[in-house]
């Protein structure tokens, strides 16, 4: 068996990079002679978002590949990500680092499933996460972020019959926040609903001043103790303009490396997961961000691979929901500007 075929079997590169070589300098050379942009997610490796072009939360990667020039998008997250970028940019070549990097989220939903739970369920229209595979989003009327999923909501009619997937927990948070009754899919991320509330108590009794920041995919009882609840860039971004000068935060612990970039004078304390002395850890990290690495970077760009393709059909139904959330997060930015 040939080498290209091992990393195949493997679904990724990794083959030994050279010894001695500057990997920063040789990617960003890289980068430059093919034209390719790194697009990296808050949640992986602080050496992959130091040498990412952008970083940023799912909405904001989505907006970032529907107007980049770029003849190759370098998507360092998951695989789901990957799928949006070719969604948004069918005649790019759009790279991931690792096909084994999932998502728990949208493993929870299958196309097959949700297409049997919406016949059940006519007269609903189904909004669906970004965190899903192409597949489900082909089977949705928008799609929806953690920074957006609110103000999409809020623009249906108040009494449109609506079906939210595949995060439970994000969906009962709107549908508090916005009084609908939402049909939830029982869904939900690993990383986020395994986080210990007594845990994150007794943090907060040696932090007393400490303000408890919590992604809306967390379980009800952390939402609960949270001083804010919001996607990985409105907590970066309440982090940034808030006095406060300690913090817990409930999310995945990759989002800390750039809260400590952007105030290096605060503190960022990771909220524990319930088996974290087990593991030897006392922070919450997602594994399947934790495969992109510089060396696999270095390696997808030098052999352009793995590539992400989606059905032609499965990407022409798939387009027009997340069209739409692109849409509407515009209009609605523009509306609330303008005030």
Not at 93 to 104: E, H, I, M, P, Q
Not at 114 to 126: D, I, M, S
Not at 143 to 149: E, G
Not at 152 to 166: A, H, N, Q, Y
């Amino acid at each position: 068996m040939e080498l290209k075929d091992t990393w195949i079997e493997k679904g990724y590169i990794d083959e030994a990079v050279p010894e001695g070589i500057n990997l920063r300098e040789e990617i960003r050379k890289m980068c430059k002679d093919k034209n390719a942009v790194i697009l990296a997610h808050y949640y992986t490796d602080g050496a992959v978002q130091d040498i990412a072009d952008f970083v940023g939360d799912s909405l904001a990667l989505a907006q970032w590949s529907a107007k980049t020039d770029a003849d190759i998008i370098v998507m360092c997250g998951v695989h789901f990500m990957g799928e949006t970028n070719k969604i948004l940019c069918p005649d790019k070549k759009v790279l991931v680092l690792d096909l084994n990097a999932g998502c728990s989220l949208a493993d929870s939903c299958k196309a097959e499933e949700l297409k049997t739970f919406v016949e059940q369920h006519p007269g609903h229209k189904v909004v669906s996460y970004v965190n899903t595979t192409a597949a489900v989003k082909a089977l949705t009327d928008v799609v929806v972020t953690s920074s957006n999923a609110k103000l999409v909501i809020d623009s249906f009619p108040k009494d449109e019959k609506l079906i939210f997937g595949p995060d439970k927990n994000l969906g009962g948070y709107i549908n508090a926040v916005t009084g609908r009754n939402m049909l939830l899919w029982n869904g939900g991320c690993h990383v986020h609903g395994q986080f210990s509330l007594e845990k994150i108590l007794a943090i907060k009794e040696e932090h007393p001043d400490a303000k408890i920041l919590v992604h809306p995919e967390c379980p009800a009882p952390i939402q609960k103790v949270a001083d804010v609840i919001g996607s990985t860039a409105g907590l970066l971004n309440f982090a940034i303009k808030d006095d406060a000068a300690e913090f817990i935060v409930a999310t995945e612990s990759g989002i800390l490396h750039e809260m400590k970039k952007a105030c290096p004078d605060k503190l960022f304390i990771p909220a524990p997961p319930e088996m974290s002395e087990a593991a030897g850890c006392s922070c919450n990290e997602c594994s399947y961000m934790k495969l992109n690495t510089l060396e696999k970077l270095y390696n997808t760009l030098k052999y352009e691979w793995p590539t992400i393709e989606v059905p032609a059909d499965i990407a022409e139904k798939a387009v027009k929901p997340i069209e739409k959330m692109l849409e509407i997060s515009k209009n609605l930015k523009s509306a609330m500007s303008s005030k």
